[in-house]
């Protein structure tokens, strides 16, 4: 009779490297879904949905709105020294006959459709960050 001799297995090295990979993506995979359990919510300017009532802005009505003064961007220039001529909104160079709102509390000039834009969910200006919310007139 003859003996049988166990045979081995063997692994070659292409097997092991995708075992470890594998059994690695998985550790990770584990490991980041146990992470985003602890962490909260997310946070960010994208995410105003999720930020502290303190660091939520809400608009201003669009009667307020356009009650600010609006003119013509003209031959005159700027509305103002602190202007370079940009709307910070849009980032567009002002022309010769658009129309711009002329932000009362700080000075600052932007097109009428991109500073209404803004101020129906912001209520500060988008460059210098001052509140546009009016105060209460006295009785």
Request: glycine share 6%; net charge negative; charged share 15%.
């Amino acid at each position: 009779m003859m003996e049988e001799t166990p045979q081995k297995i063997q692994f070659s090295p292409f097997l092991a490297a995708l075992i470890v990979i594998v059994t690695a993506a998985i550790l990770l995979i584990f490991y980041h879904c146990l992470g985003c359990n602890h962490r909260g919510p997310p946070r960010g300017p994208h995410n105003q949905q999720f930020a502290p009532a303190e660091e939520q802005t809400s608009g201003l009505q669009a009667s307020i709105i356009h009650l600010i003064p609006a003119y013509t961007y003209g031959e005159e220039g700027l509305a103002s020294k602190g202007d370079d001529g940009t709307c910070a909104v849009c980032l567009s160079e002002f022309k010769d006959g658009e129309s711009l709102r002329l932000l009362p509390e700080c000075m600052h000039s932007f097109h009428v459709p991109c500073i209404d834009t803004w101020l129906e969910s912001h209520s500060n200006c988008p460059l210098c960050r001052t509140d546009m919310t009016p105060s209460p007139s006295p009785s």
